[in-house]
Structure formats: structure tokens, C-alpha cells
């Protein structure tokens, strides 16, 4: 019967290895609170989040620093998408990017967003030639 477990016996005492070993650090790096942030802010452009979603993901951007709003994957070009879909996000972080260097690229999108709304407003309530609405 030992005959059968003498080759299981090197699990009890392991050979030393030769070579250093070496840990990937980078395993954690996918639950890191900016990871997850990342994630959230993806699903906030495109799809409308429930109210939990909502507030953790408002709560993560309170507790981070202003900084991490630039890595998070929200550029000047997707913002638009964020304040269709979650405004009180997109509120939330431009408050947040307020207090970086960054503002002026943000700020552009918001000023053509407010010309562009004003434009539809004064299409929507000019009457058009060819109606006799009025």
C-alpha cells in the first residue's frame, strides 16, 4: 500500500525552486475602485442606470479624486451621450472636473449643447411656411 503513495509524498515536502518567483500584481489592478468607476461610467453612456447604480456611481466620483475623471473614459466628445442618458451623472462629474486643469475641452461641449438646444427651441416654436396651424 506505501508502494502506491511514495510518488505523492513530494506534496509533503516540495522540491525548493530554482528560479525567483514572481507575483502579477496586475490581477487587481480589474477590482480597483477606478476600475469599477470605469465600468459604471461605460454603462452610463449607454443605457439610463437605475437610481442604485445612479448613486453609487455618484458616491464612487465623490470619494475619488478630481484627476481620475480624465482616465475614467469620459471625453469631451462622449459627454453629450452622458448628460442624454444620466444627467445627474454627468452633472456630478463635470463638478468633479471643475476642480482639475482639464475644464476647457468640457466646457466647449457644454456651451455648443446649450447653442445647440436654443436652436431646436426657436425651430420648434417658429411656425413653418406650408402650415396653417395658425
Known amino acids: 500500500?506505501?508502494?502506491?503513495?511514495?510518488?505523492?509524498?513530494?506534496?509533503?515536502?516540495?522540491?525548493?525552486?530554482?528560479?525567483?518567483?514572481?507575483?502579477?500584481?496586475?490581477?487587481?489592478?480589474?477590482?480597483?475602485?477606478?476600475?469599477?468607476?470605469?465600468?459604471?461610467?461605460?454603462?452610463?453612456?449607454?443605457q439610463s442606470l437605475t437610481p442604485a447604480q445612479s448613486a453609487q456611481i455618484r458616491q464612487s466620483l465623490e470619494t475619488s479624486a478630481a484627476e481620475v475623471c480624465t482616465r475614467i473614459g469620459i471625453t469631451p466628445d462622449n459627454l453629450g451621450q452622458l448628460v442624454e442618458t444620466n444627467p445627474l451623472v454627468a452633472i456630478d462629474l463635470l463638478l468633479r472636473i471643475m476642480q482639475t486643469d482639464n475644464l476647457l475641452p468640457y466646457t466647449f461641449c457644454f456651451i455648443y449643447m446649450y447653442v445647440y438646444l436654443k436652436l431646436v427651441a426657436i425651430a420648434i416654436s417658429r411656425p413653418c411656411i406650408s402650415c396653417r396651424c395658425r
Open 1 to 46: 500500500m506505501w508502494d502506491e503513495f511514495a510518488g505523492q509524498t513530494i506534496w509533503l515536502n516540495p522540491p525548493i525552486c530554482a528560479f525567483p518567483l514572481e507575483l502579477d500584481t496586475s490581477l487587481a489592478d480589474e477590482f480597483s475602485p477606478e476600475a469599477e468607476l470605469h465600468r459604471g461610467m461605460l454603462a452610463a453612456l449607454t
